[in-house]
C-alpha cells in the first residue's frame, strides 16, 4: 500500500510534462520583409471594402487573424514610406470593448505593428504607435478601449522600425518527478531564455475583443 502514496503523483508528473513538451513545438521558420519593392502598387489611403469582421461574444473570444505577407496590400502614406497593412471592421458601437491586438513571432521574425481607428467614412481618429506595444504572453500586444465612433482598425507595418531588433524574454517551468522510496512527489523549476527577434513587414496578428483589461 505504501507505494500507492507515490506512485499517482508521479503519474501525475508524468502527464503534465508530456502536456508542457506537447505545448513546446517548433516554430514555423520565415525570413522578415525587409523592404518592398518601389514597383508595388501602393494607396495613401486603405481600402475598406474587403475588411474582415470582428465578431464580439461575451462567452468567448472569437480572433480575427490578419496575415500579412508579400502579396498583401501595401499602403504609401508619405512618399517613400511603404507599409503592408490589413483592415478589421470593429463591431457595433455602443459596447464598452476592449480590442486585443497581438503581433505573434513566427520563427526570428516578428510583426512591427501600428494602427490607425477610423471612422465610418474612413477618416483617421486615432494612431497607436508600436510603443504601446508590450509583450504579453509571447505576443506583442497592444490593448485598446474602442470608442463609439471608430468603425475600422488598420494593422499597419511600421517602415521605421523594421529591420531592428526585439528581445523576447520567455520563462519555462519543468515538472520532475521525485521519490525518496516512500514518498513521491513533484518538483518544479523555472529557467528563462531570451529570443532575438527581427522587425518584419510581414507576420501574424491576432484581433480580440473583450471586455476585461483596461486598454487606451
Not at 502598387?41 to 473570444?61: G, H, I, N, Q, Y
Not at 505577407?69 to 508619405?78: F, I, N, V, Y
Not at 488598420?154 to 517602415?159: A, E, H
Request: aromatic share 4%; hydrophobic share 45%.
Amino acid at each position: 500500500m505504501k507505494s500507492l502514496r507515490w506512485e499517482v503523483p508521479i503519474a501525475m508528473a508524468a502527464i503534465v510534462a508530456a502536456g508542457l513538451g506537447g505545448c513546446a513545438k517548433d516554430k514555423v521558420s520565415q525570413p522578415p520583409i525587409l523592404s518592398l519593392p518601389t514597383a508595388s502598387v501602393c494607396t495613401a489611403a486603405p481600402e475598406l471594402t474587403r475588411a474582415l469582421p470582428l465578431v464580439f461574444d461575451p462567452e468567448k473570444d472569437l480572433p480575427v487573424t490578419v496575415s500579412l505577407d508579400a502579396g498583401s496590400a501595401c499602403l504609401e502614406q508619405k512618399p517613400g514610406e511603404r507599409s503592408l497593412y490589413g483592415v478589421v471592421a470593429l463591431p457595433a458601437a455602443g459596447q464598452q470593448l476592449v480590442i486585443s491586438v497581438a503581433s505573434e513571432p513566427i520563427g526570428q521574425s516578428i510583426f512591427a505593428p501600428q494602427l490607425m481607428l477610423l471612422d465610418q467614412k474612413g477618416a483617421v481618429l486615432r494612431r497607436i504607435p508600436r510603443d504601446d506595444f508590450m509583450f504579453r504572453g509571447g505576443a506583442l500586444t497592444a490593448l485598446i478601449r474602442a470608442h463609439d465612433a471608430e468603425r475600422y482598425l488598420v494593422v499597419i507595418s511600421d517602415p521605421k522600425m523594421v529591420g531592428q531588433n526585439i528581445s523576447q524574454v520567455a520563462g519555462a517551468t519543468t515538472a520532475t518527478p521525485v521519490t525518496n522510496g516512500i514518498v513521491g512527489f513533484v518538483a518544479y523549476t523555472g529557467s528563462e531564455s531570451t529570443t532575438n527577434l527581427t522587425y518584419s513587414h510581414g507576420g501574424t496578428v491576432k484581433v480580440v475583443a473583450q471586455t476585461l483589461g483596461a486598454g487606451k
